[in-house]
DNA sequence: GTCTATAGGGTGATAGAC
DNA sequence: GTCTATCACCCTATAGAC
């Protein structure tokens, strides 16, 4: 592995478990086994190694998401395929969730503009399962409902869990390993759950 | 209004927008319109300070919810109940949910450990949620069901969207009170998603 | 109780040797 | 590319006047 690697590697671990402000360039240089200077020789400012890191995080948490909503699968396959996609992700990234919207709550303005710079993709996509919705209803499927509210049940099912994860951990006292399969044991019941509140 | 109240609430504005770390006293002082050594006066320290506020938070948001879940309500009213409770505390305090998890992720050890002083119930209220599933469930009114389980759904409804606020409402473009709106909006359906989940 | 001034320590960033 | 040394600033906390 590079340096250059070693150290976003590094990186990624501080921010992802200190947030912005109280991760300490110190740490990571500590992290990576090297020294403070290569840091700023390499990535010139903690802001700068931050923002590679953010995006890369955001893109490698939505990716996929949209390609799946914008697929042409009817709705109720539609659920599945999402809250799947999310959980396998989640499983693998445990700590993005709280990361992302932690730094977005510190710093709206600028985050918010960041994330339509990168990605405009959400409302089209929302746009797109009204339409389906709208469709599938008139066949008779399933009941009328919005694309955005459907949206955010998946969304608060399958993330939040991860949001209050050393919460959850902390009174259950699970370990990390066992937090993980209680989140992926509750997929069939998410999928459950939301497919009974859509189906007529 | 004494000093000692205006500090605390402006400390409280400054700590559940930034977050311990990025909060600055001297931004506190500004927001109290006072000066920064008058701080250290009234509470001693930055920390000191932030303890009193993040109690009072804790608390706050879960003071009220042991009392339903514990009460002798059938499961079915005793979650419309929660949610109605929950969707009202949220929307008095929006800013709770994010500040409690974030400080949780930055500090696990250290919080937990206040909160399990602090705060030992959650794990009897969700014994006693089993205990009353099971009872239900015996008498043929309703699925059985993990007790932990409808606790974290129930949570990730009305949390989640709070959590995410800032990126709802910057994706979407709806203001404070919008969004506020949205949220309460959503209780009947939450309500019916979770019944409809538990009954037969 | 409230202020000004300043101590004291930490943190991001840079200069310069190798 | 990698290091040591150090600068310059920021932030919490305290001392001391009023």
């Known amino acids: ?29 500590k992290e990576a086994g090297i020294n403070r200077a290569l840091l700023h020789y390499y990535f010139r400012s903690k802001e700068k190694m931050f923002e590679i890191i953010f995006e890369d995080k955001f893109r490698s948490f939505f990716a996929g998401i949209y390609g799946i909503l914008s697929s ?5 396959e539609k659920i599945a395929a999402v809250v799947d996609h999310e959980l396998q992700t989640l499983v693998k990234h445990p700590e993005i969730p ?12 600028r985050m918010i503009r960041r994330i339509h710079r990168e990605d405009a993709s959400i409302p089209e996509a929302v746009k797109m399962l009204d339409a ?20 955010i049940e998946i969304m608060s099912l399958c993330i939040y869990p991860f949001v209050a994860k ?26 459950g759950i939301l497919q009974n509140g859509i189906k007529l």
């Open 72 to 76: 042409d699968l009817p709705i109720l």
């Open 1 to 29: 592995m590079t340096t250059e690697e070693q150290i976003l590697q590094a990186a990624t671990k501080v921010f992802t478990e200190k947030g912005f402000a109280a991760a300490r360039m110190d740490e990571i240089a």
């Open 98 to 109: 709280i990361f992302i919207l932690n730094e977005i709550n510190v710093n709206p303005e």
């Open 132 to 151: 389906q919705i709208q469709k599938e209803f008139e066949q008779g499927i399933i009941k009328r409902i919005g694309g955005f509210s459907l949206v």
């Open 166 to 191: 050393n919460l959850i951990m902390g009174v259950t006292g699970m370990d990390r390993e066992a937090f993980l399969q209680f989140a992926l044991s509750r997929k069939q019941e998410i999928i």
